[in-house]
Structure formats: C-alpha cells, structure tokens
C-alpha cells in the first residue's frame, strides 16, 4: 500500500518525466495576492503567469501546494473532525501549462497517471465537462474511450472556472471515482450528488478565456492549464479508505495524539483525536511560515485553530500541554517533503506550549461560565451571543470554539448577537475613527495632536468659525500645499464641523482661505484630531493659512432634526414596549435614521402606530431642548440613558427635549427624554417638522432595527403614499377609505377561484376530457391509469393522484402534465401494493424517458420532472415496464 508521501512523490514523477518543473510549494501567506488571506488552491503562486504579468523560464510546472482554509471565503473549520474530508490544512497536487499543451495532453496525462501509475480501475472513474464544452467531452471519449453516460454535461459554474468578475476563465473537467452501489449517492448533476459514493478526486481546468466587465468572452491569446488533486483524498483511495483521516499519515498522527492522552484512537474521544491531528497539521505549518497568533488577521485565524485543537485536548483528558509534544511525529512524516517544517521544529513546539499553557489556564473557568450560563436556559435555547462575546474577550474563546463545545451538548449560539458586540468593541478599539484610511494613517493624527493638541469644537453654537490650518495630509503623508483638483484632509485649531461620532455622520461644507476654496465633503475624528475630507475646488490652500468655515446649513439641519427625533423615538419605544428597550446603535444621516434597540419580536401595527404618534405628539409640543454638562453619575440620578456598555469621562452632556409631567424625570420630573449625548440637535422638537416610520425589521438576534424620516422626507414619503392610495382607489373604483376593505375582497375572491379552477382540472383530468386521457389496464395484474393533461400546474398533482387513487381502488397511477413547455410527473401507488411497487421508482423511470433525472416523495405519492413533455407516451411505457418488472 502506497503512503502519501510515495503518492507525492509518484505524481511529482510522473510530471517531470513529463518536462514539467517541479516547483516548490509557495508560502501559506500568499506573496502575489493581497486578498487572499492563505494559499488555497496550487495555482495561486502562479497568478501572475496565467495572467500574463511575469514569465518563467518554464512553460510546465508541477507543485504539491501547501494550503489552508480556515477563514473569509473559504472556511472549513465547523467541519473539521467530523467529516471524512473536511481539513483546515491540505496538500493541493496540480500540474500546469502556461500556454504550452492544452485539453487533449492534460486529460492525457491525467487518464495515464490515474489508470497507469495510480493503477485506478477504469471502470470506476466517470468525467464532469461543462455543457458546451463538446471539445473536452471528445477527447474523452478518444483518449479513455468513456461513453456519453460517463460523460456528465454540467451547465453551472461547477464546471466553470473564473479568477474573478474579470480577468482569465474556462471551463473545467472533473474526475470521479464510483465506489459502488453499497455506498448512498449519485453522480455529479444528480439529486443525491452529496451522497459519498461518487467521490471527485481531480479538476482540470482549462483557461481558455477572458471576461469582461459586460459579461463577454474572448479567446485568449495564451490559453493554459490549472489542475488540481488533494493530496488526502487521492491516498484514501489509493489505500483503500473511504475516509481521509484512516490514511497513513493522519492515522500516525491520530495515534500519537492518542498515545500522548492515553486514549483509544477509535473509542469515544475519536473527534477529537481527529480535530488534533488536522490542526496540528494547520498550526504547525502556518507558524513555520512566519504566521503567529494574535487577535488580528492571519495571527487570530491561526491562535482560533490551536484553541480549537486545545479544547479538544483538555476533552481527552490532558492534563498538561499536548500539542507540542506531537510536533515531532509530524515532522517525521511531512519534514522531509517540506524542509521548512524541520527547521522551525523548535519554534513551533515553543510556540504551541506558551499558546496550550496561557489558555489553559482561563480554558477551565471558561467552561464553567459556559455551563453557568447554559444551565439558565430552556431546553434548546441558543447561547446569547453578548455570552459568547463575554467568553471571547474574557477567556480568549473564539466563537467557533464555543460553537463546538455547544454542538456536543446539542445547542447553537446566537451569532448574529456575536457579531454585534464584536463590532461594538472594534468600533471602540479603534478611537472613534470611521473611514477608509489605512490603519498605519492613525500614527499621523497621533503626531498631529502631540504637536498642535486637540481640535475646539464649536459646532454647539455656531456653523461658522475662523481658524488657521494646521496640517494638510494626502496620500497618508503631510504636505505643504494642494492645488485645484486635489483630495487632502485638513485639520484646523478649531472648528464647527461635527466629527461623525455616536450614530451622527459628520458635517460637509466650505472652507476658504486667501488663495483657495475647498469642498469639505466628510468630517471624522482620531486622537482627538478633526479630519475634514475635502478637495480643492478653486485655487490652492496651504499650511499656516487663515481659513474661514462654514457648515452647509441645510444639511446640518436636516441631520439635526434626525438626531432629536432619534431620542424622542428611544423614549416612546421604552413606553409602548417596556424598559428593556435599550439601543444597540444608531444612524443619524441628511436624509434618514435608523435605530437598533433591544426588542425580541416584531412590533405590531398597533405599536407602530402607538410610537409614530407619541413622537410627532412631542414634536408638535414644540419644547426647547436644553442641554446642561454635568458628571455620569449626577445625569444617571437624574434618570438619563446611557449607551448600553459605554464607558464615560469625568463630566457628560446631557440632553432634554418634551414635557411630560410625572415622569420622574429631570430636575422636576417632568421630562420626557433624558440622554447622555455628544451630538447636535434642534433648538426646539417643532423643528424637527415630522416623524414618520417607515421600517421595522430584525438587524441580529434580539435586536430590531426602526427606520424612519423627518421633516421634509417625511412630507415627501407621505405624499407618496397619498398618490399610491389615490391611484389604488381610482383602480378600484372606491373611495380612499375603502381600499383595505375592497383589497382584502378581491384577495379572498382570487383565493376562491384559484381553489375553483383546480378543482376544475381535476374534475377535467377525472372525467377523461384532458389531452391524451387513458383508461384503466391491467400490467402484469395490477390496475394502471396514466393521465396525460396540459394546463395543471405541478403542485395540484398530489391532489389528483389522491383523487385517481381513490378511483382506481388499488393499482398504480401515473399523470403527466405539460407546465408550458416541461413536464411534471406525478405517481401514486395504493396501499396494498406499496410492500412490492414504489412511486419513487415509477415516477424516476418517467422523468427519465421525459429528459429528466431524479424525483422524490414516498413509496404512496412521487414527483419528478421532465425536460420534454412531448414523450409523455414514451413516459407511460417507461412506468409500464417498472410495474411489470415488479410482477
């Protein structure tokens, strides 16, 4: 039996016997690519090649690619132990041509290596070609002589390659391998394709296109070839094992993972013997390639897939760190095939033994705040996900870790409530700063505000101000000057532009000075620094110049007005759904606001209604709003909200607006709404103009997200809402205030007359008077009625075949129904005969001779579906013959 390294080695061969180069595995931290964020298929060190950005002094290469998959895109680490081919870390075999052979010497070479020096029976393999590739499916047959039923078109992109929306394309040929009918599954193309007994093991792709940015494609000049085989799945079956981890290699693992825990490699630990083995593989070659844990990109991908492996450890009993004192077994096995891995043999088992060592001393607490947490829910009940965040940012667990120890106990975490508080905290991390600047700019504003301080505010009271620029940066850099045309970031002493901060994006305007003018199109703040985007329009601006500012008066008004409705909104959702409304985030733009807040359903009409009416009530009241400064704990006495888990200074602003008396609120207890508050605001509710809600819906678990317009939006919403009603009541011949009563009669009528006319059509199909209509025969003694109808759509034909079956009293019935050039199939057996004749194989064998393939249902009632409804005769011979076969 070949190990995986003679496979390896085998397939290297065989290549280079071939005039290939064998090239090394790149990096898992792709050099050429940016937006990957590890290798994760054997073409990606050749990017530039196929594209035409570098050459080589080869034009054939073959590699065997270390790769991983544990994160973005392509992430299979939920997977991972507990299927037989899911793996965080693999080895990608592939052979490529860069405008050198094409299809016929790349299905050539692959046949001849598969049947020839892998000595897979012939038999046993079958191709996938995409539907149009005629080529590729002649070369087929030519080189492996494989006849059209092994020969499987496929019209998606399974069998469609492309680098990306533009750039290189082509179709691709797939190699499978039939393990035989003992084993669930169908080919590829089928309904049971997931099934394990056809089992993908090669990809041939052939880029022989580009596309562009309309969809079209062109031949390209340098057509080339791009293949892929995993390495593990390709040893399973050339050792004779249905599953990737019974191989030599990861059962050698297995085994020194089971040997170090004193456990059965196969008893009740064998997941998480699995779990270790494949991560170790993962961490161990990540940190060889210079990857180290952290809680940020790469670094945090990695330290997720040692903690995973960790827990499982601590499952299997280890009371000491585990993970390092398996290196060596590894590097016994891959270390000479991949030298790297021997020489950072120290690094990695240091690495892994200080990572075991921190977390498992937090690993055991976190497992008790998890059961504590889980022992106060009902039975089912999915984690928080506020709990899940707690065991992240307190133990260091990392969700899917959590996920995992809750999927042994036959729970779920609310991940959508995760990512919330996940985003919360980065948002906090990362000083209030919001853009699309690099994270390496923030040293700038750093520098700025240790030379030249923080940036004065005035924005409270005024939209305009004098100032002098400090700084101009562009390109994450200082400059001088900038001329007409160019995109800078200004800072000056001091400004009225509001920063974007606590839902309220910033302020847009003009700055002048002298010798220019700049647009300021966006206002964002870090280190305390206020960052005007802008660009020059007239002139030049510089450094050390006067500038005069002015906010763009409309704009700032308009966001004003969301703002203020935003709080009064916050205080009539607490009254009309109870205190533990509270807001989870905000958005207060130019043109609307947005509210998420803590409420586990959907709010009624009723409710909608109740909180629409209490907000505009209070904008109609017409109040000033007030502002006052004073410390966290005086405002919280008062009884002002508070951001949900926000950490405040020594002094707060607090902002009032509405009169309600007996509220408790405020120095007399009579204000309506009392907020902690940085933003701007109107001066009375009545400039705020109107409310008007128009969206409820659900932003994560337990949260709910309002939406809503003010002032001349809301006019502009209802308005439109006016038109539409007018032209429904116009349409309807009724008075405005009739519509709901006349919609929901015309709704009720249509319900009624669909459920008549298909009641029509099965009397049709009963009575005989449908296109094709058959009587009752006998096949090999038992009753047979086929109907052929047009005009009935598939999901009435339970219904008939309900009826026929009752017509028929026992026997077989089968209908046919052209749906507008396809066909529906429906079979029914009666239940004395469904112990020797099924419906599902009946209607399979109809769908078949229709040009279908599949179907489903029980053995008393099937359905399937036929591409060719004018074979329905052929169809009827085709269930004849199952019927008789069964007799």
Not at 705 to 728: F, K, N, W
């Amino acid at each position: 039996m070949p190990s995986l390294n003679d496979i390896r080695s085998t397939f290297l061969d065989f290549f280079k016997r071939n005039d290939h180069r064998v090239v090394a595995s790149s990096p898992l931290v792709p050099r050429n690519d940016p937006t990957l964020m590890f290798a994760n298929s054997g073409m990606v060190q050749f990017k530039n090649l196929f594209t035409g950005l570098e050459t080589r002094d080869y034009r054939r290469a073959t590699t065997s690619q270390k790769c991983v998959r544990a994160g973005g895109k392509h992430n299979d680490l939920d997977n991972v132990g507990y299927t037989a081919r899911h793996h965080t870390f693999f080895e990608m075999l592939g052979n490529f041509s860069f405008g050198d052979y094409f299809k016929d010497q790349a299905i050539a070479y692959a046949w001849e290596l598969l049947t020839r020096d892998f000595g897979l029976n012939k038999d046993r393999l079958l191709v996938t070609v995409y539907h149009t590739d005629d080529e590729a499916a002649a070369i087929w047959k030519k080189v492996a002589g494989l006849s059209d039923e092994r020969i499987i078109r496929i019209p998606t992109d399974d069998n469609f390659w492309r680098m990306g929306p533009t750039g290189p394309c082509g179709p691709c040929t797939e190699i499978f391998y039939d393990h035989g009918d003992h084993i669930w599954g169908g080919p590829p193309g089928s309904a049971e394709e997931d099934g394990d007994r056809f089992i993908e093991i090669w990809n041939l792709v052939f880029m022989q296109n580009e596309q562009f940015a309309d969809g079209s494609l062109r031949p390209l000049d340098m057509q080339s070839i791009d293949t892929g085989m995993g390495l593990e799945r390709i040893g399973a079956l050339l050792q004779g094992k249905h599953d990737n981890y019974d191989t030599d290699l990861m059962r050698s693992l297995i085994e020194a993972s089971a040997h170090g825990t004193s456990s059965d490699p196969d008893g009740p630990g064998k997941v998480h013997h699995r779990v270790i083995a494949d991560h170790l593989r993962a961490t161990s070659f990540l940190i060889a390639d210079g990857v180290m844990p952290g809680n940020e990109g790469r670094g945090y991908v990695l330290r997720r897939i040692m903690r995973r492996a960790m827990r499982h450890a601590h499952q299997l009993g280890a009371t000491d760190p585990l993970m390092h004192r398996l290196v060596p077994a590894l590097v016994g096995q891959m270390g000479a095939a991949f030298p790297e891995l021997t020489r950072a043999q120290a690094l990695i088992e240091e690495t892994l033994r200080q990572e075991e060592t921190r977390f498992r001393q937090t690993l055991e607490r976190g497992l008790r705040l998890l059961d504590d947490e889980l022992a106060g829910l009902g039975e089912g009940q999915p984690l928080p996900g506020a709990a899940a965040f707690r065991l992240y940012d307190t133990f260091g667990f990392p969700l899917d870790l959590t996920q995992d120890a809750l999927r042994e106990k036959g729970r779920a975490v609310d991940v959508a409530g995760f990512d919330h508080a996940m985003a919360e905290q980065r948002a906090k991390a990362r000083a209030a700063w919001v853009g699309t600047g690099e994270t390496r700019d923030a040293a700038i504003w750093f520098d700025l505000a240790e030379r030249h301080g923080v940036t004065e505010f005035l924005g409270y009271d005024t939209e305009t101000a004098e100032g002098q620029i400090l700084a101009l940066v562009a390109e994450g850099a200082e400059t001088g000057s900038a001329g007409t045309g160019a995109s800078v970031q200004i800072v000056v002493n001091q400004t009225p532009f509001y920063a974007e901060a606590g839902g309220q994006v910033g302020d847009s305007g003009l700055l002048r000075t002298d010798t220019g003018m700049a647009r300021i199109t966006d206002t964002r703040k870090s280190a305390g620094v206020f960052i005007h985007v802008a660009e020059v329009v007239e002139g030049e601006i510089a450094r050390g110049q006067p500038a005069k500012l002015e906010v763009s008066h409309g704009r700032r008004g308009a966001i004003r007005a969301n703002h203020s409705a935003t709080h009064l909104l916050h205080e009539a959702l607490r009254r009309a759904l109870g205190d533990h409304v509270a807001q989870r985030g905000s958005l207060n733009a130019e043109d609307r606001l947005r509210f998420d807040f803590s409420h586990g359903k959907a709010m009624s009409g009723a409710e909608q209604a109740a909180v629409e009416a209490e907000v505009n009530e209070f904008i109609r009241q017409n109040t000033a709003v007030e502002t006052r400064i004073m410390t966290p704990d005086d405002a919280r006495a008062l009884g002002a909200q508070a951001l949900f888990g926000e950490k405040y200074g020594d002094e707060v602003r607090v902002v009032s607006m509405g009169r309600l008396g007996g509220s408790g609120k405020g120095t007399d207890g009579a204000t309506y709404s009392l907020e902690l508050c940085g933003g701007t605001h109107v001066a009375r509710t009545g400039d705020i103009g109107a409310f008007v809600l128009v969206g409820d819906s659900a932003s994560s678990a337990g949260v709910r997200r309002i939406e809503g317009l003010t002032g001349q939006p809301a006019m502009d919403y209802l308005r439109a809402q006016d038109r539409r009603l007018a032209e429904a009541a116009l349409a309807l011949k009724a008075q405005a205030a009739e519509v709901p009563a006349r919609v929901k009669a015309l709704v009720e009528e249509r319900r009624a007359l669909q459920n008549e006319v298909a009641q029509l059509r099965r009397d049709l199909a009963m009575g005989g008077g449908a296109t094709g209509a058959e009587t009752v025969r006998e096949v090999a003694g038992v009753r047979f009625l086929p109907q052929i109808v047009s005009g009935v759509p598939g999901r009435d034909l339970p219904a008939l075949i309900d009826a026929l079956k009752a017509q028929v009293g026992s026997g077989v019935v089968l209908v046919i129904a052209d749906t507008g050039g396809k066909a529906a199939v429906a079979a029914g057996v009666t239940a004395d005969l469904t112990d020797r004749l099924s419906a599902v194989t009946i209607a399979r064998a109809a769908a078949e001779a229709l040009g279908g393939r599949g179907g489903g249902g029980r053995p008393d009632m099937a359905q399937a579906g036929g591409a060719d409804p004018s074979k329905a005769g052929d169809a009827v011979k085709a269930a004849e013959m199952v019927i008789g076969g069964a007799g």
